[in-house]
Nanobody, 122 residues
Framework: QVQLVESGGDLVQAGGSLRLSCAAS????????MGWYRQAPGKQRELVAA???????NYEDSVKGRFTISRDNARNTVYLGMNSLKPEDTAVYYC????????????????WGSGTPVTVSS
Protein backbone atom coordinates (compact mmCIF):
# COMPACT_ATOMS: atom_id res chain seq x y z
CA GLN A 1 0.00 0.00 0.00
CA VAL A 2 0.94 3.63 -0.55
CA GLN A 3 -0.14 6.56 1.58
CA LEU A 4 -0.11 10.25 0.70
CA VAL A 5 -0.32 12.67 3.61
CA GLU A 6 -0.87 16.37 3.00
CA SER A 7 -0.14 19.18 5.44
CA GLY A 8 0.08 22.95 5.50
CA GLY A 9 -3.52 23.99 4.90
CA ASP A 10 -4.70 26.91 7.00
CA LEU A 11 -6.84 30.03 7.21
CA VAL A 12 -5.05 33.00 5.70
CA GLN A 13 -5.96 36.54 4.67
CA ALA A 14 -6.09 37.57 1.05
CA GLY A 15 -2.62 38.40 -0.22
CA GLY A 16 -1.02 35.94 2.15
CA SER A 17 1.07 32.85 1.50
CA LEU A 18 1.01 29.17 2.36
CA ARG A 19 3.16 26.16 1.59
CA LEU A 20 1.52 22.77 1.25
CA SER A 21 3.44 19.52 1.58
CA CYS A 22 2.56 15.98 0.58
CA ALA A 23 4.67 13.03 1.63
CA ALA A 24 4.29 9.62 0.00
CA SER A 25 5.23 6.45 1.86
CA UNK A 26 4.78 2.70 1.58
CA UNK A 27 5.45 0.23 -1.22
CA UNK A 28 7.12 2.73 -3.57
CA UNK A 29 9.56 1.75 -6.31
CA UNK A 30 9.39 5.08 -8.12
CA UNK A 31 7.07 8.05 -8.54
CA UNK A 32 6.24 9.52 -11.93
CA UNK A 33 4.01 12.59 -11.99
CA MET A 34 2.92 14.29 -8.76
CA GLY A 35 0.27 16.93 -8.60
CA TRP A 36 -2.05 19.12 -6.60
CA TYR A 37 -5.78 19.34 -7.19
CA ARG A 38 -8.40 21.39 -5.42
CA GLN A 39 -12.11 21.18 -4.89
CA ALA A 40 -14.15 24.18 -3.79
CA PRO A 41 -17.64 23.76 -2.29
CA GLY A 42 -20.14 22.90 -5.00
CA LYS A 43 -17.48 22.61 -7.70
CA GLN A 44 -15.65 19.81 -9.43
CA ARG A 45 -12.12 18.86 -8.48
CA GLU A 46 -9.61 20.62 -10.74
CA LEU A 47 -5.91 20.31 -11.44
CA VAL A 48 -3.90 23.13 -9.89
CA ALA A 49 -0.34 22.10 -10.76
CA ALA A 50 1.64 19.02 -11.71
CA UNK A 51 5.30 18.09 -11.90
CA UNK A 52 6.89 15.22 -13.78
CA UNK A 53 9.77 13.05 -12.66
CA UNK A 54 11.98 15.26 -14.86
CA UNK A 55 10.69 18.39 -13.07
CA UNK A 56 8.58 19.57 -15.98
CA UNK A 57 5.68 21.58 -14.59
CA ASN A 58 2.28 22.81 -15.66
CA TYR A 59 -0.21 25.08 -13.94
CA GLU A 60 -3.85 25.96 -14.10
CA ASP A 61 -4.14 29.42 -15.69
CA SER A 62 -5.51 31.21 -12.62
CA VAL A 63 -2.52 30.26 -10.45
CA LYS A 64 0.29 30.91 -12.92
CA GLY A 65 2.78 33.35 -11.45
CA ARG A 66 1.40 32.87 -7.93
CA PHE A 67 1.84 29.16 -7.18
CA THR A 68 4.99 27.05 -7.48
CA ILE A 69 5.11 23.27 -7.46
CA SER A 70 8.32 21.43 -6.56
CA ARG A 71 9.37 18.00 -5.43
CA ASP A 72 12.04 16.29 -3.34
CA ASN A 73 12.54 12.85 -4.84
CA ALA A 74 14.73 11.66 -1.98
CA ARG A 75 11.84 12.31 0.41
CA ASN A 76 9.03 11.32 -2.00
CA THR A 77 7.51 14.70 -1.24
CA VAL A 78 5.79 17.32 -3.37
CA TYR A 79 5.25 20.94 -2.33
CA LEU A 80 2.95 23.72 -3.43
CA GLY A 81 4.05 27.25 -2.64
CA MET A 82 1.11 29.64 -2.82
CA ASN A 83 1.56 33.41 -2.87
CA SER A 84 -0.85 36.31 -3.34
CA LEU A 85 -3.72 34.12 -2.25
CA LYS A 86 -7.23 35.12 -3.24
CA PRO A 87 -10.60 34.18 -1.73
CA GLU A 88 -11.30 32.14 -4.88
CA ASP A 89 -8.35 29.90 -3.96
CA THR A 90 -10.40 28.62 -1.02
CA ALA A 91 -10.78 24.86 -1.40
CA VAL A 92 -9.66 21.49 -0.12
CA TYR A 93 -6.32 20.74 -1.75
CA TYR A 94 -5.54 17.13 -2.65
CA CYS A 95 -2.20 15.56 -3.47
CA UNK A 96 -1.97 13.03 -6.28
CA UNK A 97 0.88 10.75 -7.34
CA UNK A 98 1.45 8.16 -10.06
CA UNK A 99 3.41 5.51 -8.18
CA UNK A 100 5.21 2.42 -9.42
CA UNK A 101 4.76 -0.01 -6.56
CA UNK A 102 7.18 -2.64 -5.34
CA UNK A 103 4.61 -5.37 -5.84
CA UNK A 104 4.90 -7.61 -8.92
CA UNK A 105 4.09 -6.74 -11.72
CA UNK A 106 5.34 -3.30 -10.64
CA UNK A 107 2.37 -1.39 -12.01
CA UNK A 108 1.91 2.36 -11.97
CA UNK A 109 -1.08 3.23 -9.79
CA UNK A 110 -2.58 6.64 -9.02
CA UNK A 111 -2.94 7.45 -5.34
CA TRP A 112 -4.69 10.35 -3.60
CA GLY A 113 -4.27 12.02 -0.26
CA SER A 114 -7.22 12.85 1.96
CA GLY A 115 -6.89 16.60 1.45
CA THR A 116 -5.91 19.69 3.41
CA PRO A 117 -8.23 22.70 3.62
CA VAL A 118 -7.16 26.17 2.54
CA THR A 119 -9.38 29.12 3.42
CA VAL A 120 -8.59 32.60 2.17
CA SER A 121 -10.52 35.41 3.83
CA SER A 122 -11.16 38.73 2.11
Amino acid sequence: QVQLVESGGDLVQAGGSLRLSCAASGDILSINTMGWYRQAPGKQRELVAAISSEDSTNYEDSVKGRFTISRDNARNTVYLGMNSLKPEDTAVYYCNALVQTTKVPFRFITYWGSGTPVTVSS
